[in-house]
């Protein structure tokens, strides 16, 4: 791990992970995280960039993630960017997601069993006007759990 | 005749002396190491260089025409401007060098290595440039008229507006290389490869690309009028406003093309239909489009759309069944609702407004799903067998969990 300086200004420096070093444990920084190798554990960082070399595994809190390498684990961000790969078993909680859309017979991103949690929650805009009398307007969820929004006609 | 000897040369590059404006025409200074040296502006018109090391020298707007370059190592060397023309380069190593605006008309390059070398504006009428390595090479708005490329590795070079008309392209490897605006008219290229290449806007008439792999290139609105294309692969390829109604596509190998306009493979036709669409007939073949507008409620429906067809919904469905064929493109508009649904196929699915499920997984198996940045999608996903492409734009709600393809 090294710590890389963009010139001698210091808002540029950031933690750099350079392809081929693996770290296992829990990492806290102020600066950004750079990963072009591997990091197994608890991640902590304003903003986390992993390259296509780069594999973040674990539970990550941040706020910009921006990834085009491997994802597994727990994310919550409040901006992420995807490509590369996201592997089973993946939880993304973030404010906002953006997933490019590739040309044809190209995957941006190639994702396992995965849950997002993205913005706020999705509600049945026209459920009021369209729900039986009485029922309670619930938000709906992913596999069915509360997933009526009051929509039955 | 040279004002300076062979040794002279040698020993003021050694003392880091300049050698600029220097009258060197005709010395030999063959197998010299004259690496960071500053020739610029010098006149070395026929001098011999070969197997020489020019690592970094400074040959910027220096005259080299008819220079003897063979084998020499001219690794990031400032050639920007220089006037080579008829000069002898190959199996020079010009990895990263600077020939921008560089003259290498009826230059000899055979066997170069180019790799990201910077060659925008350069002249190259003529050149021979045959298995030259010009892999990651800036090209743009060079010309290249009537060179020989034969065997060459162009891989992820930028040819944006190069001027290619007449070269000969045998067998040379363009993959992912950006020949966008390009003219390509009466090149040669039997048995070259353009996988995912982008020929966007390019002039290709009177083309040969007989045998060409075209496989993901994105030819939208390029002329293809008059190429001849037997046993070309056309799979994938990215066609909208293209002209190949005069191409002749006989033989051509293409499962699908992409006829999108955004090359984004929402839009394709495959199978019988491909020859149509070369053949600019497949205007004639209907496309079914439904829509369901605003205010409207459907209930308890199962709809099953063809192949090939556009749906657009700006209603309210409610615990309907959707099936679409192949290459089906539903649209869920910024009114529509899909409440307690179910969609199903092997169709692109764009949503810009509600997708909420009740049974899971209530997407099932679609090539693409895009969610707009008003979009909001509830539910779970099911991959299709060979993975889903998803899109999702900034803005977006999503409680989605996206599983794999389930075995059937």
Redesign the interface.
Known sequence: MTNSYGGNAGPNKQTLIEEGTSLKGTLSSTCPIMVRGRIEGELETPSLAVSASGAVHGKVKVGELRSEGELAGEFDAD?VSLSGSVK?NTVIRAK????????????????????????????????GR?KKKGKKDD??????EG???G??? | MAELTREQVVARAKQGESLAREELNGLDLSGTDLSGADFSRTDLEGVNFEGARLDGTNFKNANLREAFLSSAVLTNANLEKADLEGANLSKANLTGANLNRATLEGAKLTDAILTSALLTNAQLDSAELGKAMLDGASLAHAELVEAYLGGANLTGSDLSNADLSSANLEEANFRQANLSDAELAEAAAPGANFEGASLLRSNLRSANLEGCNLR?I?GRHANFSDTRTAGATLT?A?LFSAQTKTGRFDGVIAEWV?TSPE???TK?VSGDEVAAFLAGKLSEVPTATRYFGKGD?L??ASLEFGAGSDVEIDS?F??CKIVLSEGTNLVIGEDG?L??CTISGLGNITIHG?F?????PGIIGPR?L?VSEQG?????VE?AAE??????????????????ARAK
């Open positions: 901006t089973d906002t997601l953006e997933v490019k859309l590739q040309s044809e017979g190209k995957m941006q991103v190639m994702f396992g069993e995965v849950e997002l949690n993205v913005g706020d929650m999705p509600g049945d805009k026209d459920a369209n938000d709906p969820a992913p596999g069915g997933g009526e929004g929509a039955a006609g | 993901d994105d994938g990215k992409d090359g984004t493979g394709r409620v209930r308890d309210r409610e615990k609702v409440s307690e509600q909420l499920e009740r049974d899971s693409l895009v909001a999608v509830a539910g779970a991959q993975s889903t492409q998803f899109a999702f734009a900034p803005g977006c709600s999503l409680r989605m969990k996206i599983l794999r």
